[in-house]
C-alpha cells in the first residue's frame, strides 16, 4: 500500500494540473520517473511550453525541500509549483499554491546539513521567499501574450 508522502505528491500533482487546465492550457503529467519536470503544459498554439516541478507538503509547512539539482535547473520555461495542501485532522482547506519561476527558486535556496549523517543535507526555499508568487497563474499566461 502506498505511503501518506507519495499520495501527497501524487494528489499535488493532479491538483496543480488543473489550475492551467482551467486556463486552457494543454497539461500532461510526466512519468514518474521523469527527471525534476512532473508536468508538461503548452498554449494551444504551442508556441510556448512549460516545464513544471511540483513540490508538495501535506500541511500547512513554511518550506519545500528541492534537489540539489535546484541550484542549476533555471529555464525561464521551467517554472515551480510550490503546493501546501493544508490537511489536518479532520478538516481541510484549500490548497495554498505558489507559481515560482525557477530563477527565483535558484536563487533563495537555503541549505542545512543532516542532524545525523554528516554527509547529507536538505536544500529548501522558505514560503516567505516566495510568498509574492502566491497564486501566480499569470506567470503562464503572461508568458502566452509575449509569444503573440
Avoid at 36 to 61: C, F, I, M, P, Y
Avoid at 119 to 133: G, L, M, P, S, Y
Avoid at 134 to 141: C, G, H, P, R, V
Amino acid at each position: 500500500m502506498p505511503d501518506g508522502k507519495l499520495i501527497s505528491g501524487m494528489q499535488g500533482v493532479f491538483l496543480v494540473a488543473a489550475e492551467p487546465a482551467k486556463r486552457k492550457l494543454i497539461v500532461a503529467p510526466t512519468s514518474r520517473s521523469a527527471f525534476g519536470a512532473d508536468l508538461l503544459a503548452t498554449d494551444q498554439t504551442h508556441k510556448r511550453a512549460w516545464s513544471v516541478e511540483v513540490k508538495t507538503n501535506a500541511g500547512n509547512a513554511s518550506f519545500w525541500l528541492v534537489g540539489k539539482h535546484a541550484f542549476e535547473m533555471k529555464s525561464d520555461s521551467y517554472v515551480y509549483v510550490l503546493e501546501n495542501l493544508r490537511q489536518a485532522k479532520r478538516r481541510q482547506t484549500e490548497p495554498q499554491f505558489y507559481v515560482v519561476p525557477s530563477e527565483v527558486v535558484a536563487s533563495h535556496i537555503h541549505t542545512n546539513p543532516s542532524k545525523t549523517n554528516p554527509d547529507t543535507a536538505f536544500h529548501q526555499i522558505n514560503r516567505c521567499n516566495v510568498e509574492k508568487f502566491k497564486d501566480n497563474w499569470a506567470l503562464f499566461t503572461a508568458s502566452m501574450s509575449a509569444a503573440a
